[in-house]
């Protein structure tokens, strides 16, 4: 039993910046890894970036050097995005992945960057 909110998402112009939040609460500790995916207007959903129990992270090549993925001991996952662009707009869903390739997932947060 594991339950994400995201929130943070919004408006933002070419080059500006967004933090998206994602809330895990409930049997956070069965987690192996949580990240993050979009799916833009008529695309399939792609991992963004992820981040594996004990530290090390994963990214989409199209956010690296821009985006950055973290989490605290309370549960909250965090996604920072720098000099987003046009093509960065999708919905953003947090992901928890457990050990039996059990998937857990929010709810979603529109991301929109537009001139």
């Known amino acids: 039993q594991v339950q994400l909110v995201e929130s943070g998402g919004g408006l933002v112009r070419p080059g500006g910046s967004l933090r998206l939040f994602c809330a895990a609460s409930?049997?956070?500790?069965?987690?192996?890894?949580m990240g993050w995916y979009r799916q833009a207007p008529g695309k399939e959903r792609e991992l963004v970036a992820a981040i594996i129990s004990g530290g090390p992270t994963n990214y989409a090549d199209s956010v690296k050097g821009r985006f950055t993925i973290s989490r605290d001991a309370k549960g909250m996952v965090y996604l920072q995005m720098n000099n987003l662009q046009p093509e960065d707009t999708a919905v953003y869903y947090c992901?928890?992945?457990?050990?039996?390739?059990?998937?857990?997932w929010g709810q979603g947060t529109q991301v929109t960057v537009s001139s």
């Open positions: 409930g049997r956070i500790f069965s987690l192996e890894s």
């Open positions: 992901n928890g992945r457990g050990s039996h390739t059990i998937n857990y």
